[in-house]
């Protein structure tokens, strides 16, 4: 079944366009999409007589036209607002006639409404953004940012132009390295070719520059240049061709070349048809490009096409795209006016050099094909449409979701069992884990046992008082001790060797360096009980987890679990973000999750029961209040251990001796107490009127029988 691409064109114009404006790269790449095998292309774009008399290999889904020609910003920003509510209503239309795949948007408004109809509609599309606004990049232009950022956020996937582009994006906006792509921009070759081996008004001291008149652009610089290079070459010209955007910059512009010297020699050629303009590029001798930003320069690609020689900006984006060859340009400072006139000289005067750079230019240019880039475009479609597999149910049907992410790993929701997961699911090695929670760096363990609630309930709620319960993940073998004492036989499980030694020393049993994958291995049907408390969700494999516990229950066995709870309120967790996110918990349960996770693998449940809210515990986050006593600090620096567990430590000061880890220990805690409680005090009214449960939940299931 072929491919579903939906288009969404800029809107400015209907395309394609006889302009020089950036429109006419999406009707490419849209045409050349079109060509490839295994795809049905539409493009969204103005309403047009010209669309019927188009041969192409794709289709128009064209939105009313508005008609309006100022120039003015309330016009400006209402045909925006217009054009996209046409682009929504159409996206509606089409998702009723046809499923769609993927919507790739040029525009940051554009992007946003089918980003908004995804979540509203929970349409299937994936959405594409590529950033084609340079504006983005400058430091005065905040509300492009915020809604950029949005999108950014929001879209399943970004494409990037240029590797300056995405580590841009990457740095400032935080965009997962997962979640962008870079594919350039393309060209049409093969006419721009045709164009240079018909030029018949080529001048050969001509210099040139084709793009918006403003000061991002910089053809100041290129005029002040202009002023050393006519010392030279007295027959020199230069013209300046482009959409005046800025015309406070533009009369500037016109007083330095009135005010030297240059009318006549620096020409400006207004706005012409791009077969015009390209001709006359190709009858120069180079092309000048010392923008200050850019997202792709078009007019170097268009440049080098057409076999010009460059003079440009040593910036990332011109070097993305020159480092793909040989030379075909000289390097510049943005405003090193000596530099750029000394580079024009050096072309102008070494024919030879001027005509191997113009050979290397179009060799280069062919890289950079329709055909090429369309391919390219279509393999990232595919590597984003192609969904994770659910770790839980196995569904192939997830909807990224705009958490934070870190180290390299998104968040995905499972549309089948509810389950958020992360991509890639790849877990902490055995090492990572134990140096992360017991090394001092994380508060973890202090919490007496008569405050863990989940073990409580455990006790209470569970029927059976007796029997073989393994307990996988047993730490320290606090939960042992209080199940020992309640009369289980016990065997239990950690991937720390040293948290095991600890648990041999205090305590009588089995206690063993292993999984449960391994220990199942001749152990099938043995245990009447096995309890897994904050463990499922760092699991890299749940089903195999689960699949083992199934295995080592006997006909009518229990399995228990504390998972966190995915519905409670979560801004602490903006506070502590390693331990809620990847690599640290890899999966995220809410109640109907972990019941079908349970019953589709052999389960029936037998209860669920959330934490009980506690106001203090809300308040300071996490239960900190508990762990910051004074009698926990002193006894850090005395035995290394919590004073008042009902248990006998010996081994454990063993873990915390030493005077940096307990240091460590401290700086933690005190760094929690005034984190949690601005955050707790700040949040507590709307955490106790919107969610009254707590962190996490106990679930107890039964084994069903074969």
Not at 140 to 156: K, S, W
Not at 407 to 427: E, Q, T
Not at 665 to 684: D, E, N, P, R
Request: some cysteine; charged content about 20%; glycine content about 6%.
């Amino acid at each position: 079944m072929p491919l579903s691409i939906i288009q969404i064109a800029f809107g400015i114009e209907p395309l394609p366009s006889q302009g020089i404006g950036g429109g006419n790269l999406v009707y490419e790449l849209s045409r050349a999409l079109g060509e490839l095998p295994d795809t049905d292309v539409s493009l969204i774009d103005l309403k047009s007589p010209l669309h019927r008399n188009l041969k192409v290999n794709f289709s128009f889904e064209e939105v009313p036209n508005h008609h309006f020609t100022s120039s003015s910003l309330a016009v400006h920003l209402f045909r925006i607002f217009f054009y996209t509510g046409a682009v929504a209503v159409r996206l509606i239309s089409i998702n009723a006639r046809k499923a769609i795949d993927i919507v790739h948007a040029h525009n940051q408004f554009h992007a946003a409404a089918a980003i908004l109809l995804k979540k509203i509609f929970r349409y299937r599309y994936k959405t594409f953004y590529t950033l084609h606004n340079a504006a983005v990049t400058m430091p005065d232009f905040a509300l492009y940012r915020i809604l950029e950022g949005y999108v950014m956020r929001n879209a399943d996937h970004i494409i990037a132009l240029t590797p300056t582009m995405r580590d841009f994006l990457i740095e400032k906006y935080r965009v997962n390295s997962a979640r962008i792509s870079q594919v350039h921009l393309g060209i049409d070759f093969a006419a721009f070719n045709a164009i240079s081996g018909n030029v018949t008004n080529c001048e050969p001291n001509r210099v040139i520059y084709t793009s918006t008149i403003c000061d991002r652009k910089n053809q100041l610089a290129v005029a002040r240049a202009m002023v050393t290079v006519l010392k030279h070459f007295p027959d020199a010209k230069c013209l300046f061709y482009g959409f005046v955007f800025d015309q406070k910059y533009f009369k500037e512009l016109l007083d330095f070349i009135n005010n030297n010297g240059l009318y006549g020699k620096v020409i400006y050629g207004g706005v012409v048809q791009k077969d015009v303009l390209f001709s006359q590029v190709a009858g120069s001798a180079v092309a000048v490009m010392p923008s200050r930003y850019e997202i792709q320069p078009m007019m170097l690609l268009e440049a080098l096409a057409l076999g010009l020689p460059v003079v440009a900006t040593n910036a990332g984006f011109n070097v993305d795209v020159l480092s793909h060859g040989a030379e075909c340009a000289i390097l510049v400072e943005p405003d090193g006016t000596d530099g750029i006139a000394r580079a024009i000289e050096t072309i102008l005067m070494d024919h030879e050099r001027r005509k191997k750079m113009s050979e290397n230019a179009k060799k280069l240019a062919q890289k950079f094909s329709w055909s090429n880039i369309a391919g390219q475009t279509l393999d990232v479609y595919l590597s984003v449409q192609k969904s994770p597999v659910c770790p839980a149910c196995g569904c192939e049907d997830s909807s990224f979701l705009s958490r934070p992410a870190f180290k390299g790993y998104i968040l995905r929701h499972c549309v089948a069992c509810n389950l958020i997961f992360s991509d890639p699911m790849k877990a902490w090695s055995n090492e990572g884990y134990v140096e992360f929670f017991h090394d001092g760096s994380a508060v973890h363990g202090l919490v007496p046992i008569k405050d863990q609630w989940r073990w409580l309930a455990f006790f209470e709620k569970l029927s059976l008082r007796s029997g073989e319960l393994l307990d996988v993940g047993c730490s320290y073998g606090d939960f042992a001790a209080l199940a020992q004492k309640h009369g289980y036989s016990l065997t239990g499980i950690d991937v720390s060797w040293e948290l095991v030694q600890i648990a041999r020393a205090r305590l009588h049993g089995k206690f063993l360096v292993s999984n449960i994958e391994d220990l199942v291995k001749g152990n099938e049907g043995r245990y009447d009980v096995v309890t897994f408390f904050e463990v499922l969700e760092h699991m890299a494999d749940p089903v195999s987890f689960i699949r083992s516990v199934f295995l080592s229950l006997k006909e009518g066995g229990y399995a228990a679990c504390s998972v966190p709870n995915r519905e409670r309120m979560r801004i602490p967790m903006l506070l502590f973000p390693e331990r809620e996110y990847p690599p640290s918990h890899l999966t995220y349960w809410s109640k109907d999750a972990i019941t079908k996770f349970f019953e589709n693998h052999g389960f029936s449940i037998v209860s669920i029961t959330e934490e009980p809210l506690k106001l203090l515990d809300e308040m300071w986050s996490f239960g900190i209040i508990q762990r910051c006593r004074l009698d926990v600090l002193a006894h850090i620096f005395t035995r290394g251990v919590r004073p008042d567990s009902e248990l006998s430590l010996e081994g454990k000061s063993s873990l915390k001796s030493g005077f940096r880890k307990k240091l460590l220990m401290v700086g933690a805690i005190f760094y929690q107490v005034v984190l949690s409680t601005v955050v707790g005090v700040i949040t507590i009214p709307f955490r106790l009127l919107l969610r009254r449960s707590g962190f996490s939940m106990l679930i107890i299931a039964k084994k069903k029988a074969v």
